[in-house]
């Protein structure tokens, strides 16, 4: 994590640090970063303030965005589990479920819910491996995309990140009952409208893989500002100095949010560091 020369204002800045969240937040509801996104934060950069991105997205994802950026920035992945250098293209820091524990989440699972479907993010998120009865909807990815061999193959490695589907349930009941099931076993969130669970080693969570960095770089809560929209950013949101809940956040993030900014497509994250940085 680097910044370009300080600028003089430096000093007179209110936070050090920007962490946000991708999906739902920097970027718009089609994927695209906005011109108007992609300059504040040079801006920003210029003056002596970094991003860093925090998601639940794997490494293998980030490309998309960084595309669409003068510079990559570097990336909590994984719910927290990966810390990611774009300019390496090094992992600085893993923090995967392990082979013991994906055993016993995953036995735990199968006996509560009849008819899950589970896939595993492994090889530090850069390859993901799903049930033959995991619904497939991402094209493109044939090279890191692949059913499992053997039902044993899932728990034989550590993961970054299991997820667990229900096609039967209902999103909000479906997260209780996981939640419910694995306790402190293992961190368990979601992210999506759908009966998708996203599970993590325990202690494993935005927060926890954004305070590894900052405190690798000198920084503390006080000097972050954070931006997220849905549950899994609410551990992130707790921890930063300045909490900011999109205008489409997860009535769950707007309980922890110090304010609401516009939505991710009316370029929430933008305005809110045009008008807290003066920009």
Not at 183 to 192: I, K, M, Q
Request: aromatic share 4%.
């Amino acid at each position: 994590m680097h910044a370009s020369a300080p600028d003089p204002r430096r000093a007179a800045l209110p936070y050090r640090l920007v962490a946000t969240d991708i999906d739902g937040t920097l970027i718009r509801a089609d994927g695209s970063l906005s011109r108007r996104t992609a300059e504040t934060l040079e801006r920003l950069l210029t003056a002596g303030v970094p991003t860093v991105l925090c998601t639940g997205r794997p490494v293998r994802w980030l490309g998309q965005l960084y595309d669409q950026m003068v510079e990559p920035l570097p990336a909590i992945c994984a719910n927290g589990a990966i810390v990611y250098d774009p300019d390496t293209d090094e992992i600085l820091r893993a923090a995967p479920l392990s082979a013991e524990l994906l055993l016993d989440v995953t036995k735990r699972l199968r006996e509560a819910v009849p008819d899950v479907a589970l896939a595993v993010e492994v090889n530090d998120g850069r390859h993901f491996l799903h049930e033959p009865t995991w619904p497939m909807h991402w094209d493109g990815e044939h090279h890191a995309v692949r059913v499992l061999s053997t039902p044993e193959e899932l728990t034989s490695a550590p993961a970054a990140k299991l997820l667990a589907r229900s096609a039967d349930s209902e999103p909000a009941e479906f997260y209780e009952l996981v939640s419910r099931v694995l306790g402190d076993t293992a961190e368990t969130t979601h992210s999506s409208s759908s009966a998708l669970v996203e599970i993590s080693a325990a202690g494993v969570t935005k927060a926890a893989g954004l305070a590894w960095l900052c405190e690798r770089e000198g920084l503390g809560p006080a000097d972050v500002i954070g931006f997220g929209d849905m549950p899994n950013d609410v551990p992130l949101l707790s921890w930063v100095g300045h909490a900011v809940a999109m205008g489409n956040a997860h009535p769950a993030v707007r309980a922890v949010a110090d304010e609401v900014a516009p939505t991710n497509d009316e370029d929430g994250v933008a305005a809110s560091l045009e008008r807290i940085f003066e920009l």
